[in-house]
């Protein structure tokens, strides 16, 4: 089958790999129908991420038919069924995935004593996303063996097009959850930086649950242009700075909720901590570059909530924890449970109150995945949200 | 990497965060120039390098016409390399300075490594430009009907007022009335 094969940093190739097998009887193969890029793929894509190996198939948005299922999880999944699968693989049997907490599950992380080094304890397994997480075979690809089948999915009734229900398996329910996170009382403001696919879900996540006032901050006008067709009052970074346009947004209190979708590679650029982050981290004494959660801490209101979905892989710097402690902030962070919210979303997409193919700029044959890998990092041809058809 | 903005996309430029930088480069060239111009024998004094005011002078004519260059060009990257190599003549000639009987010898090592790090800017700054594409940029994208909300914005807000936030992902109770400053549940500051 062709598959999209990570092969080092910026070298993601369209390869033809060996066909997936049921390993389990718990496993169920799926035919791809639709599978997008992830801004998260993009940190492995510039191998910030570690833990990838020449060889490993990307992906971990994507959605198909069964066309084999292992014989534990027949009872769940039929041959001809329609999913959509969300990235965290989960169990469902162990304490976590029973508390809902389905990214921390304890048993789909086959390498969960790599992660247990990296993070103190397992994590969940991930398609694609290195072996940190499991090291699973991704789902930019025509076909996918997916784990614990039998909980990992979510059933697509006939009537919703690909499109529509394809980002159930990663952003849209990243920016539910991000929005969730904030507890939105409708005198919130909430703040959201980066207006990628997942800030543009949680912009309409955050009008959904009835924010007073959203707040988009990016510099691409592309994306500033669809946050504000979403109902966001936007920020320009480049152009204007964002803690006094905030605190003139919020007759200088600061917004009650924010929120980090853009993670461990934010691109500010002309201030004194993203230039230490960029020496930091091309001296190798830095992972991430958390200007971003700097900035959120700095402006947020007092006994605000900072909401953190956006993807962070190691050791920050110069965090200003005293602003978090001295003005009482709660962190609320992690990766989406998606199992825990896609029932709800699929019925709001059904009932027409959201229909997540907005965000798609771009839709192109798999074997043309690469190029876009490219396009989308660059933001060229202003592309937000990739979907690969295999 | 090119990154545009409504200000960028007019001049055809995406960075600006380097334009910034480039910018800064070329005043801060005017400014080096003016100096070598106006007190050639004061620097040649502080660097022990009598005899040379005329070349000191003559660098300083150099920087203000790179300076100039840079700021007054539509695209100002043959004008941040032609800094480089200036660069790479002004740590020559310093180096000149550095034989044992120069008692400013110390002086002389501060002014290059000056120059050095001055130098890795401009290399940065270069190459940053040199990646960008000089043709202006294509015509933005037009995504504002690009709501999401099939029954439009307005049906939308407030339509998951169903959802019932998960106990565990609910603002801690003791901070609530922090964070949602009603006036009735506003508690009353203890001094």
Redesign the interface.
């Known amino acids: 089958m062709k598959a999209l094969v990570w092969h080092g940093t910026t070298d993601i190739r369209c390869d033809t790999v060996p066909d997936p097998q049921i390993e389990h009887p718990r496993d169920a193969i799926i035919k791809v129908t639709s599978c997008a890029i992830c801004g998260s793929d993009l940190h492995l894509y510039n191998h910030f991420m570690p833990g990838m190996k020449n060889g490993d198939i990307v992906g971990h948005e994507f959605m198909g038919e069964v066309v084999d299922v292992g014989t534990d999880a027949k009872g769940a999944l039929k041959v001809g069924d329609r999913v959509v699968v969300p990235f965290t693989i989960i169990c469902g049997e162990c304490d976590q995935c029973k508390r809902g907490n389905f990214s921390v599950c304890e048993r789909t992380n086959r390498n969960g004593h790599i992660a247990a080094k990296a993070f103190g304890h397992t994590t969940a397994g991930l398609f694609g996303y290195t072996h940190l997480t499991g090291g699973y075979p991704g789902g930019q690809a025509e076909y996918v063996r997916v784990p614990f089948a039998d909980k990992t999915h979510v059933k697509i009734p006939n009537g919703l097009t690909d499109e529509q229900v394809l980002f159930l398996g990663d952003i849209f329910p990243t920016g539910w959850q991000a929005a969730v996170q904030c507890d939105i009382e409708p005198t919130d403001t909430v703040a959201i930086w980066g207006a990628g696919p997942v800030g543009q879900m949680a912009i309409r996540s955050a009008i959904l649950l009835g924010a007073k006032q959203v707040i988009a901050i990016d510099r691409v006008p592309e994306r500033l242009d669809m946050a504000r067709a979403g109902g966001a009052i936007t920020i320009n970074f480049d152009e204007e700075s964002v803690i006094e346009r905030l605190n003139e947004l919020t007759n200088g209190k600061g917004p009650e909720k924010c929120i980090d979708s853009v993670g461990m590679e934010a691109h500010a650029a002309g201030t004194v901590d993203a230039m230490y982050d960029r020496v930091k981290q091309a001296t190798m004494m830095e992972t991430d570059r958390p200007h971003v959660l700097r900035e959120m801490a700095y402006v947020c209101r007092p006994a605000g909530t900072l909401s953190i979905p956006g993807v962070y892989g190691g050791l920050l710097d110069k965090i200003p924890f005293g602003a978090i402690m001295n003005k009482g902030l709660t962190i609320r962070t992690g990766q989406t449970h998606v199992n825990r919210w896609t029932d709800d979303l699929l019925r709001r997409i059904e009932e027409g109150q959201i229909d997540p193919s907005f965000v798609i700029t771009h839709t192109v044959p798999l074997d043309q995945g690469p190029d876009m890998y490219k396009v989308f990092r660059d933001k060229q041809d202003g592309c937000i949200k990739v979907v690969l058809k295999p | ?9 007019r001049r055809g430029h995406a ?4 334009d ?1 930088l480039a910018r800064g480069l070329g005043i801060f060239s005017i400014a080096l120039g003016i100096a070598e111009v106006v007190a050639p024998r004061a620097l040649a004094r502080a660097l022990g390098m009598k005899g040379q005011e005329g070349l000191i002078a003559g660098y300083g004519v150099r920087e203000i016409a790179t300076g100039i260059g840079i700021l007054a060009s539509k695209d100002p990257t043959p004008w941040i390399w032609g800094r480089v190599a200036g660069d790479g003549l002004d740590l020559a000639t310093l180096a000149t300075a550095l034989e044992g009987r120069n008692p400013k010898k110390g002086n002389v090592g501060i002014a290059m490594a000056a120059v050095a790090g001055v130098t890795a800017l401009d290399v940065y700054c270069a190459q940053t430009l040199s990646r960008e594409s000089p043709t202006p940029l ?1 015509p ?12 439009g ?1 307005q ?7 169903d ?1 019932e ?2 106990r ?5 109770e003791a ?1 609530r009335p ?5 006036a009735s549940q506003r508690p009353t500051p203890s001094m």
Do not use: N
């Open positions: 990497m090119r990154y545009e903005t409504e200000r960028t996309r960075d600006t965060a380097t910034t294509p933005m994208q037009d995504y504002s009907d690009r709501t999401g909300y099939p029954g914005i049906q939308s807000h407030g339509a998951a007022k959802f936030v998960p565990d992902f609910r603002t801690p901070m922090y964070a949602q400053p009603q």
